[in-house]
């Protein structure tokens, strides 16, 4: 069956409510309301991107909070990017039924989730299950809006309108940074302030889906499926569109596009991505974990990253579309990203500044934006090669693969990183008590048998304290009451003279009747505390520091005995774990560089322009063929 432009209803002449989902463009529309349009693809693009990385700025504050262990965490990212995967795969469906209505009421799905959901959750499998719900919504969101992007630019632009379209996901991140440090405080008293965070994104998301409802539109399908190389070929577009044949177009789209170009590219720049993902998902853990930045310095470290990455991919797009090629720049941006990498990864372990470790991010961030965006224009022209008419199929299949390595690569990361959970979980805390009873603990370590004999004769030592005077009494009148004692143990009567010169050793009078009495009563426990004089002399030197053990809340010690040595290990291996990980994503650099001649495109400037202007030369012809 053939669809004629006839049938496509503009949605700008529509009344009623029926504007709200009839967004088609019967005609390719001028300079300004297209670029409204790519403006808009982008703010949405980079308001998904803030709510499905917002999780990231307080990822510490969340474990804690959820009870979740680091392996729990990494592998609810897995899945979750799995989930999105299949998302981004029923996302090739918009070359059927059109992207823009999946776009805007996507922005309110997740809008809502995301400020209110969410955020009510207090168990970690609610949050996670909830988190799943908003990764397919996006996964679907994210596929559809670099196809509205192609839709609305031609090939000599579209490096330019994908650096906008790139800086979507750079531009979340860097959100997500710039909020979370201007809104997270330096100490956090309480773990459940990650919700203040996802309120904010959720209602930015709610504001974006308002300006999104009202101004979004896209070409209608007779349009949209036909190549444009140059807005030259505007005419022949529109004249061509009357007469397309939309369902010959679409035939087994999945089998048009299963190709070696289209599918190694799309997994070479998905591993290459693993170093971005890697930081949009643990950056703030690594900061904080092996290089002890607070999270707000975390997060202010990912202000640096996002922001020459912002800068890269924007300024990259509009070189590369100057010179009309691709590849040079992606060779030029993979092997900047393979040298900064190494660098990158060889201060695990080490002290650098914040400063320094900025502008190593900076560096390692530009690289990949240079590679990166002209990677993106060369793909869906590359998918254009095959047939225009399939853009968000290609897309869609790009975002399985780049969800599917991401599910791969995050279930593996626990294995290679182990020592997250005991550093994020129990690392403040026994940090905290060493830092606070440091000379407690050190007194401790040195003087087991001290502490040993201070345990096991703790009543004595207490009862010693109380019985004093009377203690003090038996020792300034030894002889005397050692006389007594015999005679008290052989049951004979106690001469008067000998009770009276007690009663005065006691005190005399009253007192000293009162203080034989005390004597008297507590014999047994005298008697132990006397054979245990030369333990308890032994103790008297340390008495001040038995003391201030004493002070020591009871479940510090516990607490240091169960988690202390896991988090002295985790410290010793941190550096070397994630320096393993971070060689895998210099790997996974080094693979992109050589999948780079399986794209279409030119390596010459010269070449390219050469093209450009036979493709020019063939439009006007068909255009003077379909006039006369």
Not at 229 to 252: F, M, P, Q, S
Not at 539 to 561: C, D, I, M, R
Request: a positive charge; hydrophobic letters at 55%.
């Amino acid at each position: 069956m053939s669809v004629t432009a006839d049938e496509v209803v503009s949605g700008r002449s529509e009344g009623g409510p029926s504007w709200l989902w009839r967004r088609g463009l019967d005609s390719y529309p001028d300079t300004g309301p297209r670029i409204l349009y790519l403006a808009i693809t982008v703010l949405a693009t980079i308001t998904l991107y803030y709510e499905l990385y917002v999780g990231g700025s307080v990822s510490t504050l969340l474990l804690t909070n959820l009870h979740m262990s680091f392996t729990f965490f990494v592998v609810t990212l897995a899945f979750g990017n799995l989930i999105g995967a299949f998302g981004s795969l029923f996302a090739g469906v918009t070359d059927r039924l059109g992207r823009a209505n999946l776009v805007v009421f996507g922005l309110l799905f997740t809008g809502i989730f995301v400020a209110f959901v969410i955020p009510a959750a207090t168990d970690k499998w609610v949050f996670t299950i909830e988190g799943f719900v908003v990764g397919i919504v996006e996964g679907i969101c994210l596929v559809a809006t670099p196809a509205l992007i192609r839709d609305f630019s031609p090939q000599v632009g579209r490096a330019t309108a994908m650096g906008f379209w790139t800086s979507g996901p750079v531009l979340g991140s860097l959100i997500v940074a710039v909020v979370g440090s201007a809104t997270i405080p330096a100490v956090v008293g309480d773990s459940r302030f990650w919700t203040h965070e996802y309120r904010i994104c959720g209602i930015a998301g709610i504001v974006v889906f308002l300006i999104a409802l009202v101004g979004l539109r896209e070409l209608s399908p007779q349009l949209r499926d036909q190549l444009m190389v140059t807005l030259h070929d505007r005419a022949l577009v529109e004249a061509r569109a009357k007469g397309l044949d939309i369902e010959a177009a679409l035939r087994h789209p999945f089998r048009q596009l299963l190709k070696l170009d289209i599918v190694v590219s799309a997994v070479a720049v998905s591993i290459m991505l693993l170093i971005y993902y890697t930081a949009v998902g643990f950056g703030v853990i690594y900061f904080t974990t092996v290089f002890g930045f607070t999270l707000k310095d975390a997060n202010g470290l990912g202000n640096w990253n996002w922001g020459f990455n912002v800068l890269a991919v924007i300024l990259i797009g509009v070189v590369s579309d100057r010179f009309r090629v691709r590849k040079p720049f992606m060779v030029i941006g993979g092997a900047g990203a393979a040298a900064m990498t190494v660098i990158y990864l060889l201060q695990a372990g080490h002290h650098p500044s914040y400063y320094s470790l900025a502008i190593i991010l900076a560096l390692l961030s530009f690289a990949l934006g240079v590679a990166y965006t002209p990677w993106m224009a060369s793909f869906t022209e590359t998918v254009e090669a095959h047939n225009p008419a399939l853009t968000a199929t290609g897309l869609a299949i790009w975002g399985w693969i780049i969800r599917v390595v991401v599910f791969v690569a995050f279930l593996v990361i626990p294995h290679v990183i182990t020592s997250v959970t005991p550093l994020v979980n129990y690392g403040a805390t026994v940090s905290a008590y060493a830092t606070q009873y440091k000379s407690e603990i050190a007194f401790a370590q040195t003087h087991p048998a001290i502490i040993a004999t201070a345990q096991k004769d703790a009543y004595l030592i207490k009862q010693a304290k109380i019985l004093a005077p009377e203690l003090n009494v038996l020792q300034a009148h030894a002889a005397l009451f050692t006389e007594l004692g015999k005679l008290q143990a052989a049951g004979a009567a106690i001469p008067p003279k000998l009770a009276a010169q007690a009663v005065a050793a006691a005190g005399g009078g009253s007192k000293g009747v009162a203080m034989l009495a005390q004597i008297n009563l507590n014999r047994s426990t005298i008697g132990k505390i006397i054979a245990a004089k030369p333990e308890l002399q032994s103790l008297a030197p340390f008495a001040a520091q038995l003391t201030a053990l004493q002070k020591v809340p009871p479940q510090v010690f516990p607490f240091l005995t169960a988690h202390a040595a896991a988090v002295t290990a985790a410290a010793a291996n941190s550096a070397r774990q994630w320096r393993n990980w971070y060689w895998v994503c210099f790997g996974g650099i080094v693979f992109f560089l050589f999948s780079i001649p399986l794209l279409r495109g030119r390596w010459k400037p010269s070449d390219a322009r050469k093209d450009e202007v036979e493709h020019e030369a063939l439009v006007d012809a068909e255009l003077a063929a379909l006039k006369a």
